[in-house]
């Protein structure tokens, strides 16, 4: 697809510790590419990750993806949600469980919103390793919506465990 001028770049976040998270990540960002709407530009590696909250469970692969979209912002949240429920996740009330596959919109260009269904940035996006570091793989330093730098983000959260497992996808 040949991105329109009205399109906007977007990161997504990719995770899961069930059953087999790299293959549901790689199936999600393939029904993603496949969209008409969206344009994979490029994918981070994926990294292993400690769980966070709940701590009784396996390890989090994780990666992230900016892609180029003409979908405004809740309609792409939409998309990923449906996304994942054709890939097997069952949304539960509990909070930082166990999954096959979550994928959250991370950013949308530098828009700032907070809706009873989608706030951007991700209001939890900056005190996680396993989406910042991902992110400075693909981007380097950028500055987040609100002015704060990436790489300030990342260095509050330098504790956090997060091993990179391979180098990237190939996008597109």
């Known amino acids: 697809m040949?991105?329109?001028?009205?399109?906007?770049l977007a990161w997504i976040g990719l995770g899961g510790n069930l059953?087999?998270?790299r293959s549901a990540m790689s199936m999600a960002l393939d029904q993603l590419n496949n969209d008409e709407e969206i344009e994979l530009e490029a994918v981070s590696s994926f990294y292993r990750t400690a769980p966070i909250g709940i701590?009784?469970?396996?390890?989090?692969?994780?990666?992230?993806?900016?892609?180029?979209?003409?979908?405004?912002?809740?309609?792409?949240?939409?998309?990923?949600?449906?996304?994942?429920a054709n890939l097997g996740r069952v949304r539960s009330?509990?909070?930082?469980?166990?999954?096959?596959?979550d994928l959250d919109l991370l950013l949308f260009d530098q828009v700032q919103m907070d809706t009873a269904r989608l706030t951007l940035p991700h209001p939890r996006m900056h005190l996680r390793r396993f989406v910042l570091?991902?992110?400075?793989?693909?981007?380097?330093?950028?500055?987040?919506?609100g002015g704060r730098g990436?790489?300030?983000?990342?260095?509050?959260?330098?504790?956090?465990?997060?091993?990179r497992e391979h180098s990237?996808?190939?996008a597109g």
Not at 2 to 8: G, H, K, L
Not at 133 to 145: K, V
Not at 150 to 163: H, K, T
């Open 93 to 101: 009330e509990q909070q930082f469980g166990p999954r096959v596959l």
């Open 19 to 21: 059953g087999e998270p």
């Open 2 to 8: 040949s991105p329109r001028p009205e399109s906007a």
């Open 55 to 84: 701590t009784d469970q396996p390890d989090f692969i994780n990666s992230v993806a900016r892609l180029r979209t003409t979908y405004q912002p809740e309609a792409l949240l939409e998309k990923l949600l449906a996304v994942e």
């Open 168 to 170: 990237a996808k190939s």
């Open 150 to 163: 990436l790489s300030d983000c990342l260095e509050q959260v330098r504790g956090q465990s997060a091993v």
């Open 133 to 145: 570091e991902p992110l400075y793989e693909l981007e380097g330093e950028m500055t987040l919506p």
